[in-house]
């Protein structure tokens, strides 16, 4: 289950981090290291795990509570956590710059008249916003106040905790409540206006059947020449390979202990998913980190996957 080994698949980032880990001895020097390189024997390691706690599925019937009650076990984490589970995300404006207004060039396109729709320089949408740990830096990086934001959960309690924050501004951002995977949303904007959507640890959150339509859709949204930017989940990630037996819903799709369920991607399916809705792929890269709990004495291999895709003007 290696990753393609085309060109954009091997390519590196430069923006996320360049400290690389060239002496096993110095591990535990320092808190993270990026562009880790897998030798044969730790993805034999890590194939092993994965047959093991995906040597069957779910249930069909309980697999299937799961996916009704979906939104349900996401509200009760927002109650639970509200807002200091997740950081906040700065590191977004390092890997995607054109999030500042003063950096992003407008894409021509025709804009529809809606009640709900914001004339602004730069139009970006949050799927899956959480409590505002990408909303709210968003707002404050834009400084010349030329940017909206829409953003939405299908959490009704994550969008009620944006709302209230102190930092939210209804004149440059509108929270609603929102279940991407459904058909024909009703986005409070017309088709062909956004410029940027961010797809940030959500779409791992949806049933894998639902990849392809909800991309499709969202698609729709973006100006030509608008962007989606998506990070997420990869295969043989830590959290994938600490899953016990009886949690596999499907190949490389789990549900938590808190009823939250989770997907890890290849980079393959990801560029099917994203060529398939009509996209261009401009970045696709595996970003493998080595974390490390210096008093412990602990290594942590984390996977994740990065990608932009561009709507063809």
């Known amino acids: 289950m290696e990753e393609s080994s085309s060109s954009t698949s091997e390519t590196k980032r430069s923006q996320f981090g ?3 880990l060239s002496d ?49 076990f996401w ?45 602004a320089e730069l139009k970006i949408l949050e799927v899956g916003c959480g409590t505002g ?15 909206f934001v829409y953003c939405c959960d299908f959490a009704p309690k994550a969008v009620e905790l944006v709302k209230t924050n102190p ?24 088709e062909n206006s956004l410029d940027v959507i961010l797809i940030i640890f959500v779409l791992s959150a949806i049933s894998p059947e639902k990849f392809s339509s909800t991309i499709v859709q969202l698609s729709r949204q973006l100006k030509p020449g608008g962007r989606i930017f998506f990070r997420d989940y990869g295969r043989y990630d830590m959290a994938e390979l600490r899953f016990k037996p009886g949690k596999c819903i499907s190949e ?13 991607f290849s980079q393959d399916e990801l560029r099917n998913i994203f060529e398939g809705a009509g996209l261009v792929e401009e970045q696709n890269i595996i970003d493998r980190r080595l974390l490390v709990n210096r008093g412990k004495q602990l290594t942590m291999y984390r996977v994740w996957i990065q990608c932009k895709y561009r709507k063809p003007t």
């Open 252 to 264: 490389h799709f789990f549900v938590r202990g808190d009823g939250t369920r989770v997907y890890f």
């Open 18 to 20: 360049t400290r690389h």
């Open 24 to 72: 096993p001895q110095n591990v535990f020097q320092h808190n993270a290291w990026d562009n880790v390189v897998w030798d044969e024997e730790q993805v034999e390691a890590a194939e092993a795990k994965l047959k093991l706690n995906s040597s069957s599925f779910m249930d069909e019937e309980v697999a299937l509570k799961y996916e009704k009650e979906a939104s349900q």
């Open 133 to 147: 740990s990408t909303v709210f830096p968003l707002l404050e990086a834009n400084t010349l106040k030329t940017s």
């Open 167 to 190: 930092q939210y501004d209804p004149a440059r951002c509108l929270g609603f409540v929102c279940d991407i995977s459904e058909d024909n949303v009703k986005f409070p904007f017309p």
């Open 75 to 119: 509200d009760t984490f927002y109650s639970t956590h509200e807002n200091k589970f997740f950081k906040d995300r700065h590191w977004l404006f390092t890997e995607l710059p054109e999030l500042c207004s003063e950096h992003m060039k407008s894409s021509s396109a025709t804009e529809e008249a809606s009640a709900a729709f914001q004339p």
